[in-house]
């Protein structure tokens, strides 16, 4: 399978706990996002890199939340001290940013947190 | 920032009809996609559409990029069971590789 995976695909955990989220996106492409996505809404963008260098933040990524990519290739997501509120799926997409491309988004299956 | 609104939020049809949903932005886009999701899994990608006034085909999918460059509409024909689920669109802005989603469409069906 050489699509965007994600782990874990599931993750409980109890408030104030850290959780860490792996992205591996798809072997060629040089950008790699995360979203958040709760209930009945659509993905809201996090963040994004362009191969190891992360080049937007949005305000949703409080202090708590950081992400890494350190050989541009796979990147994590963790957040710190979880509250309740950040229980959503965690979605991970890449692309291939290029002269002859649009940089379409490809998604992983998502990582769903419940914070207890 | 910008906002998608999507409609109709959701959707009931009988098996073989026809669908239509639209997307409208207060924001020009110069890329829109439409992605669809199943449950508990990420959104997959159906059409993507580059020029204001794009007609672009999937099998039975029709997605259209508004003139106005405003709004985005998606068709499904002869609608199947395998269609069920929430689609999304999403647009894009000059320069700005980063998605912007809308809240979606869900579409059930009866048989």
């Known amino acids: 399978d050489t699509g965007v995976s994600q782990d874990p695909r599931h993750k409980i955990t109890k408030r104030g706990q850290n959780v860490t989220f792996r992205c591996d996106p798809i072997s060629e492409h040089n950008r790699l996002y995360w979203y958040r996505q709760t209930l009945g809404q659509g993905p809201e963008f996090l963040t994004y890199f362009q191969n190891e260098a992360q080049l937007e933040k949005s305000r949703l990524l409080s202090d708590r939340f950081s992400a890494e990519r350190p050989k541009g290739s796979f990147s994590t997501l963790e957040i710190q001290r979880t509250e309740q509120g950040d229980s959503a799926m965690y979605l991970c997409?890449?692309?291939?940013?290029?002269?002859?491309?649009?940089?379409?988004?490809?998604f992983g299956e998502g990582s769903r947190l419940t914070v207890l | 920032g910008q906002q998608l609104n999507q409609s109709p939020q959701s959707m009931f049809i009988q098996e073989g009809e026809d669908v239509s949903m639209n997307c409208t932005s207060s924001s020009i886009f110069n890329t829109w996609l439409w992605y669809k999701q199943d449950p508990g899994e990420g959104p997959v990608l159906l059409i993507a559409?580059?020029?204001?006034?794009e007609l672009t085909s999937n099998g039975r999918l029709t997605a259209q990029f508004g003139i106005t460059r405003k709004d985005s509409f998606l068709n499904i024909s002869a609608s199947i069971p395998s269609d069920v689920g929430i689609y999304f669109c999403a647009g894009s802005i000059q320069g700005a590789q980063k998605l912007v989603f809308g809240q979606g469409t869900r579409l059930t069906i009866n048989p």
């Open positions: 997409a890449s692309s291939l940013l290029g002269p002859t491309n649009t940089g379409e988004l490809f």
């Open positions: 559409l580059y020029k204001a006034g």
